[in-house]
């Protein structure tokens, strides 16, 4: 990254967020741990035992967990996530070589979330067989992604180090170019996955109050 200079305004901006990132990681974690814990309890004491989706977004929580790991051990926050850019230290090297980890992990645990809710709905309504259609095409488009963008993070830059070294010399693609890239095919793979449920939902014999409640309720994702 090369050294960037404040801007001529005045007076400059300060300050450093942190120490709020890592509170809000530290509730986000908790929060999603105490669901997960949740999910297997009841598991164990109901009779539809364990499946794909239970393993699938516990090893989601595991990867959540090491990103945290990786802000803390790594010291993101330290090295430069919260502060202006003119603020980090170092030319921001050591966060550009968290950013670079937690782009991989990153990834791996969103596909992983993503494939579990698709488990989720296949466990729930597998009878319907173009429910299940549907199922394998939208993971096949998420594991696709998921290879995609894991495959570019590793050859957006030549040589790799140039990454969090800008004096190396080599060469990188548009980084904003390329999160933007990946960021639309996951947003439709996103609306793709809250959409799914709804048509067998719609169809369900209850009250149109009880329908738009538990149609709802699956929609819960989009916030």
Request: charged share 15%; hydrophobic share 50%; proline share 5%.
């Amino acid at each position: 990254m090369p050294p960037m200079q404040p801007p001529s305004s005045r007076p400059l901006p300060t300050g450093d967020r942190g120490p709020i990132v890592n509170a809000l990681q530290i509730i986000m974690i908790l929060t999603a741990s105490s669901a997960v814990l949740l999910r297997f309890v009841a598991r164990h004491f109901s009779s539809a035992g364990l499946w794909w989706d239970d393993w699938l977004i516990l090893a989601a929580l595991i990867l959540s967990v090491g990103m945290n790991i990786n802000n803390y051990v790594g010291k993101s926050t330290s090295l430069g996530l919260g502060k202006h850019i003119w603020e980090v230290q170092d030319g921001g090297h050591g966060y550009l070589r968290s950013l670079f980890a937690l782009e991989v992990i990153y990834t791996t645990a969103l596909a992983l979330n993503k494939l579990s809710i698709l488990m989720m709905y296949q466990r729930l309504f597998g009878i319907d067989r173009r429910l299940t259609l549907a199922v394998k095409v939208v993971a096949a488009v998420v594991i696709a992604w998921w290879a995609g963008v894991d495959i570019a993070t590793f050859l957006q830059c030549e040589p790799i180090e140039r990454f969090w070294e800008y004096s190396t010399v080599g060469k990188c693609f548009d980084v904003v170019d390329f999160f933007e890239g990946s960021a639309i095919p996951n947003v439709i793979a996103d609306v793709l996955i809250l959409l799914l449920p709804q048509p067998i939902l719609w169809k369900l014999q209850m009250s149109w109050s009880n329908k738009l409640a538990l149609c709802g309720i699956f929609l819960l994702g989009a916030l």
